[in-house]
T-cell receptor, first 110, second 114 residues
């Protein structure tokens, strides 16, 4: 059974800091890994998708890496802003389903 | 495009009542999923469908039934609601499963069972 772990569970930083969120998974037989953002009381918004054959993806200030063999992914957020405050979830896609971690709750203070 | 739409957005049920949650997608996606999200538990898969007329159990299927009579719709039913089913329910869809397939989520249904 695939298990996904996200560390840390919560993170509080001042505005402008660069930060790294971590995601690990137990079964390397994945098709891809997605990072999502969830604002309080809202649905999930896809941020980045990394195919299993890829090493990283970038979108603006976000950079996600994938090391499939070691079962790890990181989401790097550059020059954090208060608007980045949200819960960040990673999910791995297996044969038919997505398995989620429990998320990292990020608070960026002005 | 509407994407993935869930109906209703909020609902309060009494224990023992039944209800159906509707998920509709307009992206011609093959795969659809129902998840529940609870504090400290993350998102857990209830049921999923890999195409019209097919359904399969996920991690926490007990107390729920689903149907996929039309490709664009995926219904989640609660036959006899219990307080343990108080949760936020999310529907998602994807074109297929594979390397370049992105999953899209609805805005959620907040269900309270009293």
């Amino acid at each position: 059974k695939q298990e996904v772990t996200q560390i840390p569970a919560a993170l509080s930083v001042p505005e402008g800091e660069n930060l790294v969120l971590n995601c690990s998974f137990t079964d390397s037989a994945i098709y891809n890994l997605q990072w999502f953002r969830q604002d309080p009381g809202k649905g999930l918004t896809s941020l980045l998708l990394i195919q299993s054959s890829q090493r990283e993806q970038t979108s603006g200030r976000l950079n996600a890496s994938l090391d499939k063999s070691s079962g790890r992914s990181t989401l790097y957020i550059a020059a954090s802003q208060p608007g980045d405050s949200a819960t960040y979830l990673c999910a791995v896609t297996g044969y038919s389903t997505l398995t989620f971690g429990k998320g990292t709750m990020l608070l960026v203070s002005p | 495009n509407a994407g993935v739409t869930q109906t209703p957005k909020f609902r309060v049920l009494k224990t023992g009542q039944s209800m159906t949650l509707l998920c509709a997608q307009d992206m011609n996606h093959e795969y659809m999923y129902w998840y529940r999200q609870d504090p400290g538990m993350g998102l857990r898969l209830i049921h999923y469908s890999v195409g019209e007329g097919t359904t399969a159990k996920g991690e926490v299927p007990d107390g729920y039934n689903v149907s996929r009579l039309k490709k664009q719709n995926f219904l989640l039913g609660l036959e006899s609601a219990a307080p343990s089913q108080t949760s936020v329910y999310f529907c998602a869809s994807s074109l297929i499963t594979g390397g370049n397939t992105e999953a899209f989520f609805g805005q959620g249904t907040r269900l309270t069972v009293v």
